[in-house]
């Protein structure tokens, strides 16, 4: 089959380029913007690439077009699809039909930790010998690729909640049709496509009904959103995490080992470098899960010790003069809280720097500005980049004192940061996109 996938570059397409080239299909693509590390990555697989959305890639003929959900009505290539009457199909509905179909589709879901608990899940059934394909929104240190096809039986992915495509606004998940589904956690996020915290609930509700009553939901149990949607109808097996009742962390010590319970018994204990108690909880539910699939805790625990966290989760990005830059893809504010809290941890009595840019289109709108400066109070310094806001991030933070620096120029930013950082200090950048490259660039002001 020859695929053409429009919006080819961003990570979920491009995942899906590299398992269907993995699978035997021919793969050609286009986006908007065609540059490395994605395009890089798709032309060492063989996946012609094409800038831009021009009618005339109809003449490549492929037996279908996959339609990524960044292209809306008005783009050029996909009103003469339209117009021409050529097959379409949306990109996790190919996935479902071409790749899923038959597996044993893992699945994670919810607000905050999908990416690094998919990735954890996905390193257990390989350390497992399981050898399952995957397709995850970021780069598991692991495996060094985020999507892989396979010829076992499972399949790990992360679940998001985003909508599908211009054609079909449910979200992506309803169309993977899990076995076992993980519900790491439930809040307000997207604005751009949801109206509110209903709206997404509703969609969390048609995944729970897609899933088969032999099958199994790890949920998190002290979520009450979570708790409501499974209230709204459940017809699987549901085992809870976070709660004493069902999978639970014990306290922590000083070198970041605890013990994994499983309703008060010892399942034993993991000693891994992972900061903050939301990764604890990853990997119960990473571990609940796996479980399910035949992997017994005690091989999903010895596994997580030698897990290597995924690219852009308190990556390490470099030390210049004894300050330490870290890239962390938080963006929303409960993300921005356990991040910071997970690093004040780690470096105890160290400043924390804190550089923000509210990249995301919820960040942007404003819908989450009255929580911002509360996830921020655990930082010594902040410094918000905010071109681009529908909102005054100076009245925002101004609960925060004199502790925060707002500015609208990136040079100036850089330059800002630069000038106050001192030996010791510890910069965690956060932002949901590249953020102009600030984490190397200001490594190499420091240096």
């Given at each position: ?34 540059y ?35 292209v ?22 190919w ?82 049709r ?45 979520d ?13 097996p ?8 069902g ?7 000083a ?95 160290a ?17 989450m500005?009255?929580r ?23 009245a ?49 002001r420091?240096?």
């Open positions: 089959m020859h695929i053409h996938i429009l919006g080819i570059c961003g990570t979920f397409m491009g995942g899906i380029a590299a398992i269907a080239r993995q699978a035997g299909h021919q793969v050609t693509g286009c986006d908007a913007q065609v490395p590390p994605m395009s890089t990555q798709l032309a060492d697989q063989g996946i012609t690439l094409i800038e831009g959305y021009a009618p005339d890639q109809v003449k490549l003929k492929p037996d279908v077009f996959v339609i990524g959900n960044v809306t009505r008005g783009n050029p290539l996909m009103e003469e699809i339209l117009n021409q009457g050529l097959p379409y199909v949306s990109g996790p509905q996935l479902a039909e071409n790749v899923l179909h038959g597996k044993w589709v893992l699945a994670v879901a919810g607000t905050h930790g999908k990416t690094t608990t998919a990735a954890m899940l996905a390193w257990i059934l390989e350390h497992a010998g399981l050898k399952p394909g995957f397709l995850i929104g970021g780069v598991p240190g692991n495996f060094g690729i985020s999507a892989r096809m396979s010829d076992t039986p499972f399949f790990a992915i992360e679940a998001d909640e985003y909508d599908t495509a211009f054609f079909d606004k449910r979200s992506k998940f309803v169309h993977y899990p076995r076992t589904a993980v519900l790491n956690n439930l809040e307000f996020d997207h604005a751009d496509i949801f109206p509110d915290l209903a709206a997404i609930e509703t969609q969390f509700h048609h995944l729970v009904r897609t899933i088969p009553a032999n099958g199994l939901i790890i949920s998190n149990g002290a009450l959103n979570l708790e409501r949607v499974l209230g709204r109808g459940c017809w699987t549901v085992e809870r995490f976070a709660v004493a009742g999978w639970s962390a014990g306290a922590q010590d070198a970041g080992g605890f013990d994994i319970l499983r309703q008060g018994a010892r399942e034993g204990r993991l000693q891994w470098d992972l900061l903050g108690s939301h990764n604890q909880l990853n990997a119960l539910a990473a571990i609940a899960a796996a479980r399910h699939s035949g992997v017994p805790p005690a091989v999903a625990i010895e596994a997580l010790a030698q897990f290597k966290s995924v690219k852009r989760r308190m990556e390490t990005k470099g030390v210049a003069r004894g300050i330490t830059v870290y890239d962390d893809f938080a963006h929303h504010p409960t993300a921005i809280q356990t991040t910071l809290a997970g690093l004040r941890a780690k470096v105890g009595g400043r924390i720097v804190a550089v923000l840019e509210p990249r995301s289109n919820t960040m942007k709108q404003g819908v500005k009255e911002l400066a509360a996830s921020l109070i655990t930082a010594d310094r902040v410094f918000c980049y905010s071109a681009g806001l529908a909102w005054d991030a100076n925002v933070l101004a609960p925060l004192a004199g502790k925060a620096v707002v500015c609208d120029d990136f040079d100036r930013l850089l330059q800002l940061i630069a000038t106050e950082v001192r030996a010791g200090d510890h910069v965690l950048i956060m932002s949901n996109g590249g953020f102009g490259g600030i984490h190397d660039k200001l490594l190499g420091l240096a």
